[in-house]
């Protein structure tokens, strides 16, 4: 079955501390994978996005994130959080010939100042 | 990409009552799609919108409780009929890039909460 999984409901890091947002995935064929951020009250906006070469794929905002196949991993990091990264975090994927993604469950993302 | 606006940005409705969601894109795509957000959850699909043809719905959800219209390539309706406290959410349009490569590209959301 096709699923991601987002296994922290909430993370609470430090102003400037490192970050690390886990996801992984269950997909049959080849994923695109996707990691959206949604901040209170507003839509999902795109972070970054992979399909294909580098695994390792730099977003907007100085998120990144690396694909590991073998670990049906698609984890988000970003080196230094700042205050206005609390949002909530949703990894997605989807595949070749479909617009149909699947939405994780999302992470919670509190930044203490 | 393109830039989706969504109306109202939030309601308070009364149960029994519909309310209709739009949503507008600066350009013209083949595919417009809705999602619901429940609280605390994630993303579902309700349907994908198509130009010129009817809906096509997702498991567990109809036409009679979320009809949808797409009257052109930059506009589509989605409206909540009915409603019932379950039916608070948020309700999200989207459209995709090329291919399904892109990602989506999501309006604002519609937060809707039905007393």
């Known amino acids: 079955a096709q699923s991601v999984t987002q296994p922290d409901i909430h993370i609470t890091v430090s102003e400037g501390a490192s970050l690390e947002l886990r996801c992984n995935y269950s997909?049959?064929?080849?994923?695109?994978l996707f990691w959206y951020v949604q901040s209170p009250g507003q839509g999902l906006q795109l972070l970054l996005k992979?399909?294909?070469?580098?695994?390792l794929v730099q977003g907007i905002k100085g998120f990144e994130a690396e694909f590991k196949r073998s670990q049906s991993s698609f984890n988000l990091r970003k080196p230094s959080v700042h205050w206005s990264d609390a949002a909530e975090y949703f990894c997605a994927v989807g595949g070749s010939g479909t617009y149909k993604y699947i939405f994780g469950t999302g992470t919670r993302l509190k930044v203490l100042a | 990409s393109a830039v989706i606006s969504q109306k109202p940005s939030r309601d308070i409705c009364q149960r029994g009552t519909s309310l209709t969601i739009q949503c507008q894109v600066d350009?013209?795509?083949?595919?417009m799609f809705w999602y619901r957000q429940q609280p605390g959850q994630s993303l579902t699909l309700i349907a994908t919108?198509?130009?010129?043809?009817?809906?096509?719905?997702e498991s567990g959800f109809v036409i009679d409780k979320f009809p949808i219209s797409r009257p052109n390539l930059t506009f589509s309706t989605l409206t909540v009929s009915n409603m019932s406290p379950e039916d608070s959410s948020i309700y999200l349009c989207?459209?995709?890039?090329?291919?399904?490569?892109?990602?989506?590209?999501f309006g604002s959301g519609t937060r809707l909460t039905v007393v």
């Open positions: 997909y049959g064929a080849t994923p695109y």
């Open positions: 989207s459209v995709a890039g090329l291919q399904g490569k892109e990602g989506y590209t």
């Open positions: 992979y399909f294909s070469g580098d695994t």
């Open positions: 350009s013209q795509v083949t595919m």
């Open positions: 919108a198509n130009q010129g043809s009817e809906a096509t719905y």
